[in-house]
């Protein structure tokens, strides 16, 4: 029995080192945590035990797991009514290499929805609608990722692209 919680130990404490998303690495070392305790009992030091499964499992990994609630998500809604995919998939990749350099947990969505309906009814940090001649970019200035984002992707993207990057309030002046 020793032996398997020890191995299970180090297989756990290399998922948590390994793994590229916050959320796992955070709930990776709550079990090993867990998986620690159990080994102090079996080494006959119950007390420790005791502490460990307290603080180090649960107090440790419920604080951290609270701390996650302010992590950033980035939410990227695309559209693409062209039939060069190509392209999509490039400022796709280019976005999940920035939201990994910044450590935000990214989040795509694929929408059929118009632009003004992702406007007002969805909450985003970046809207990328590709179509036969261009590529457009929408984001807030108050986002403070939106200007890292965009230098980001003009240095990172493979292809030469026409972005145009717009954010709402200008958008909502060419419609008025």
Known sequence: MQY??????????IAAIQTEVLRRTIIYAGVFSLLSSFAYLLYKAPDVAIAEAVIGCTLATVIYLVAM????????????TSTNKE???DILES?????????????????????HEIL???????????NDT?????????NYHFDSMIDFLNL???YKIDFHFVTP???EDNYE
């Open 120 to 130: 007002e009814d969805s909450h985003y940090d970046v809207i990328i609608i590709q």
């Open 87 to 89: 392209n999509i998939h």
């Open 69 to 80: 609630t302010k992590y950033k998500v980035f939410r990227v809604y695309y559209k693409h």
């Open 156 to 158: 990172t993207c493979r």
């Open 4 to 13: 398997v919680i020890l191995i299970m130990m180090v297989i756990f404490a």
């Open 95 to 115: 976005i999940t290499k920035y939201t990994d350099y910044m450590s935000l947990q990214l989040d795509t969505i694929s929408t059929k929805k118009d632009l």
């Open 169 to 171: 309030k200008k958008l």
């Open 134 to 142: 261009s590529i457009d970019v929408y984001g807030e200035t108050s």
